[in-house]
């Protein structure tokens, strides 16, 4: 999203209170002493009135104000700046207010706050970049520097900071941006974007090899790329790729407009990235490739996205696994190296591992340490995990030894673009134990956590065949304990030193969250409270680690189910039959309110609730016991359904099973040859994965090409299928063997499957369907098969039109003036062929405007309809608007052929300003009517008395200063 931005140095101006403007010279009266605060809120000290005259009594401006009392400075944290996601904001720290430091921060430097509020469960990003040395931060509690929970300092102006924090829905952080001494007070740019799962959840699924067409713009803008630090804001497609040949996957984007494509080994993980390529800019036939490791099998997911905010475009995308082959003087995959031969004895084995003495003469450093060096001074003796396509780059080795298990931070500094990979053995690239090359300069950094004694191996390589200088810095994580911050290997820190209060002398915990559960004597029971006094032990599958959690002890008295009902303030609960087993869990999930589950439970069995999340979220929890019984209203295992009786024939049979609207299985299905169908399509058919072990195959027939969605469902008819619905399943091609796809999870929160292709051609395929892991029942379930048929003359999901001139046979639009979209060569399109309204019978803009009209003086005079261009670059046009008075109210807006800028039509970026009859004195001004879907700028001034206004009009000079672009004008005057 954009947005008009807030200067963080008017708001330390603002905080601080501003001098009254005198005239030091004059003969005017001394103004009058500011009003001052009350002692708890503080005032503005020093907002001195002028003199008794008109402006400052006879001088020119007025004496000079004395400052009002009783008011303080609000602190940094009293004057946190709210901040929604994704948002960017600049400002400046030369008056900001030094009242804390960051531990990366040398110290003294001023500090201005943000305060952002995270809507989902996720990541929460930050860039930061910066003309003097700044450091951001995140702290949970704004004036408590121990609540602290990441730091980045890159040490040098000009450089990006990057932090990546976890998020729960609701969950609050402070941002603190600071100079990392007192004499860093330059301008900031402060990126911030919360990454969710919309993109993940509308995942494509595309085969290998594969080729697909796209289009990023009006796409869900979400998901940030390591090589695109802008990309949060620009729409992104993302299609998930199950490699068939293990080497290197090949991925080439062409496009017209200023994409880039990355891989992820995790959807919503920025940290998983794998690889990610934007050199290439824009033009015609634009093409970026990368090439990322593989094995047979492994689904990653590959998402193509714009350059910079508001970007986008169509795209064709293809991808391709392929063994890598050694001996053909190419280094792909996890080849140490090709020298293209298999030649024994020459430095590069048959096997393309390394035979030289390189990794026999590592240089030692030790810890902690800086080093500096550059790998133009190297040798190409390897290739890296993350370097790029192109490994051909000098590398730099060394080698240190951590003396005691602990986590050590890497951070690699360089101007140009280099990465680090840390392996456990020089000569063994699958001993990787992290790889970093995020940026194109600047910082990148890794903690790890390493084994005392051990000695490892660093390689400083360069992206894409890049070397230069870099300085290396090696920083053992230091553990402190009784200092109250969990550090390094402490299981816990209490703020003291103190044995037998849960948490030893030495940091280590005396007592188990699983061991001294809180036992619930009775059922039913109603439990409530706060995790502010939990420990930090058990990371649950719905978690986050090193969060407090309330566990408690539930021994079930009959043979049943447990009915339980969580409400809480952003929190986790986790139910477990052994307690801080994942594997043991009948539910896991969490939410602000209401999540609501039964689990089945024998009678004496303890089961163990775990409610996890921030320090001092709240929560209630109901517990009751039943036994479980068809015809009770309530659908319980082995049960697909309960509708309150035993009559059949209502859709829900005498002994609780769902009567079919489509088909019931009927065994054996379990290969291709002997599947159930073909089902109809759009109708919910019914089946169970019993015994455990059991497939179904079920099949269905499309009669032309079309959009194809697969999804199974709960017992219900509902997606919300959790571990005792969790389905897994495989798309088939017409030969019933080849696999075009498969999924295993609609989304962290939902174990149902759901495949969706773009375009399969005409014929019958078949679906496998099997429990998670193939070795469990699920008691019920069901599926059903969509598809959008291109041709059937009804425009379904998926399709742009169906049949007809306008339609391509692929039911995509036919490109044509008057059809309400823009279209090149077109500079407008009104939905209509009339001339005459601003938009011609060819969609070109009619223009009323009179260059030269880029000054106050040569403005045109508005008049309905008014149209206008802003060419060449830099171009501004000025609009004269005649008032009447005595107080009216001006409304002028901008407006290009579809009455939309920006996202989702592709349109304009303007901005607008309204200028007094003095042609000087700004009365309103506007960037983006909306930043997140309209980029066109609206003013409204009331009040007005009469006289000829002025209206200035320009790209937006903030985000699009160069931009050109036709537009319309509407003026009102009331």
């Not at 948490?503 to 502010?532: F, M, N, R």
């Not at 399943?729 to 149902?752: E, H, M, Y």
Request: proline share 5%.
């Amino acid at each position: 999203m954009r947005m008009t931005r807030w200067s963080a140095a008017m708001a330390a101006v603002l905080a601080l209170g501003t001098s009254a403007c005198g005239d030091d010279t004059g003969t005017g009266a001394s103004g009058a002493g500011g009003e001052g605060g009350t002692p708890s809120t503080g005032g503005r000290p020093s907002t001195g009135g002028g003199g008794e005259g008109p402006i400052g009594g006879e001088g020119p401006i007025g004496g000079e104000g004395q400052g009002g009392s009783g008011g303080s400075t609000p602190t940094p944290c009293e004057a946190a700046i709210a901040l929604s996601t994704p948002d960017t904001v600049g400002g400046s720290l030369d008056e900001a207010v030094d009242a804390t430091d960051a531990s990366c921060a040398a110290g003294g430097g001023g500090e201005v706050v943000y305060v952002v509020t995270a809507e989902t469960v996720g990541q929460l990003v930050l860039d930061l970049t910066s003309s003097d040395d700044a450091v951001v931060s995140v702290r949970t509690i704004c004036d408590d520097p121990a609540s602290e929970i990441a730091c980045a300092n890159a040490q040098g102006p000009g450089v990006a900071e990057f932090l990546v924090v976890p998020t729960n829905d609701g969950e609050t952080f402070y941002v603190v941006v600071e100079g990392n001494t007192a004499a860093d007070a330059g301008s900031y740019v402060l990126n911030v974007a919360e990454l969710t799962s919309e993109s993940c959840d509308a995942a494509q699924v595309l085969s290998d090899p594969g080729t697909v067409s796209g289009n990023t713009f009006g796409q869900p803008s979400e998901l940030q790329n390591f090589c695109q630090p802008e990309s949060f804001a620009a729409g992104e497609e993302v299609y998930a790729v199950t490699a068939a040949v293990s080497g290197v996957l090949e991925i080439t984007l062409t496009s017209a407009a200023d994409l880039g494509v990355s891989v992820r080994s995790v959807c919503s993980d920025i940290i998983s990235e794998r690889g990610c390529v934007n050199a290439a800019g824009e033009g015609l036939g634009t093409v970026e490739t990368l090439m990322v490791p593989v094995t047979a099998g492994e689904l990653v997911y590959v998402i193509v996205d714009g350059t910079f905010p508001g970007t986008g475009g169509p795209y064709d995308l293809e991808v391709l696994s392929r063994a890598t082959v050694c001996g053909d003087g190419i280094r792909e995959g996890l080849e140490a190296c090709d020298d293209g031969n298999t030649t024994a004895g020459d430095g590069c084995s048959a096997t393309c591992t390394l035979e030289g003495d390189v990794c026999d003469a590592p240089t030692t450093i030790n810890l902690p340490s800086t080093t500096t060096g550059d790998t133009s001074t190297g040798t190409d003796f390897t290739s890296t995990s993350c370097d790029g396509a192109n490994g051909a780059a000098p590398e730099l080795l060394y080698t240190f030894t951590p003396a005691a298990d602990g986590l050590v931070r890497i951070d690699l500094t360089s101007m140009v673009d280099l990465g680090f990979e840390l392996r456990a053995s020089c000569d063994d690239p699958s001993s990787v134990l992290t790889c970093r090359d995020a940026l194109v300069d600047g910082t990148e950094t890794a903690t790890v956590l390493l084994t005392g004694g051990q000695a490892y191996d660093l390689v400083v390589s360069g992206y894409n065949g890049a070397s230069g200088a870099f300085t290396l810095d090696l920083t053992p994580i230091i553990e402190e304990c009784g200092n109250g911050t969990l550090e390094g290997m402490e299981q816990c820190d209490d703020g003291n030193t103190t044995s037998g209060d849960g948490c030893s002398a030495t940091c280590v915990a005396e007592s188990s969250s699983c061991a001294t559960p809180i036992d619930v004597a009775t059922l039913p029971a109603t439990l409530g409270g706060s995790t502010a006094a939990g420990t930090n032990e058990i990371e649950l599958e719905c978690g986050l680690f090193g969060l407090p959690e309330v566990v408690y002890e539930v021994t079930p008295t009959i043979d049943g189910v447990l009915d339980v009902t969580f409400d809480s303030d952003g929190l986790n609960l986790a139910i477990q039959t052994t307690c801080g087993d994942n594997d043991a869990n009948l539910f896991c999930g969490g939410g602000p309110i209401g999540t609501a589950t039964t689990v089945p439970v024998a009678a004496g069995d303890p089961v163990y609730f775990i409610v996890n999340g921030p320090t001092a979220a709240t929560y209630s929890l109901e517990i009751s016991e039943r036994a479980p019984g068809c015809g009770d209203g309530v659908v319980d295992p082995p049960e697909s359904c309960d509708d309150n009786n035993t009559t059949n024939g209502d859709g829900c049979s005498s002994t609780c099973a769902i009567e079919c609207a489509g088909l019931s299985e009927s065994e054996p299905n379990g290969t291709s040859a002997t599947a159930d169908g073909p089902v109809t399509l759009g109708v919910l058919n019914c089946a169970s994965i019993t015994p455990s072990g059991d497939d179904d195959f079920w099949s269905f027939t499309i009669a032309g090409q079309a959009q194809v969605v697969i999804e199974t469902f709960d017992g219900n008819g509902q997606q919300a299928c959790t571990n005792a619905q969790d389905t897994h399943i495989f798309l088939f091609d017409t030969d019933g063997v080849t696999q075009i796809a498969s999924n295993d999870d609609i989304g962290p929160g939902d174990r149902c499957s759901r495949i969706t292709v773009p375009a399969l051609a005409a014929g019958t395929y078949t679906v496998r369907v099997i429990e998670f892991g193939d070795n469990a029942a699920i008691p019920g379930y069901r599926i059903r098969v969509n598809a959008s048929i291109c041709g059937n003359a009804t425009v379904e999901p998926g399709e742009e039109c169906d049949g007809g001139a306008g339609c391509n046979p692929d039911c995509t639009r036919v490109p044509a003036c008057g059809d309400g979209f823009i279209d090149a060569p077109e500079t407008c399109d009104d939905g209509n062929l009339i001339a005459g309204d601003g938009c011609s019978s060819t969609c070109a803009l009619e223009v009323t405007e009179t260059e030269s009209n880029d000054t106050v003086a040569t403005a045109d005079l508005y008049t309905p309809n008014f149209t206008g261009l802003i060419e060449p670059a830099f171009d501004v046009d000025f609009i004269a608007v005649v008032v009447p008075g005595p107080a009216s109210t001006l409304t002028a807006t901008l407006v290009d052929g579809l009455d939309l800028c920006g996202p989702p039509a592709g349109g304009i970026d303007s901005d607008l300003q309204l200028l007094a009859p003095d042609g000087v004195t700004q009365l309103q001004f506007n960037d983006d009517i909306s930043g997140a879907t309209d980029w066109c700028s609206s003013v409204t001034a009331s009040g007005l008395a009469a006289g000829t206004y002025y209206l200035r009009v320009r790209s937006s000079a903030q985000f699009d200063a160069d931009g050109t672009f036709g537009y319309g004008l509407d003026v009102t005057v009331n």
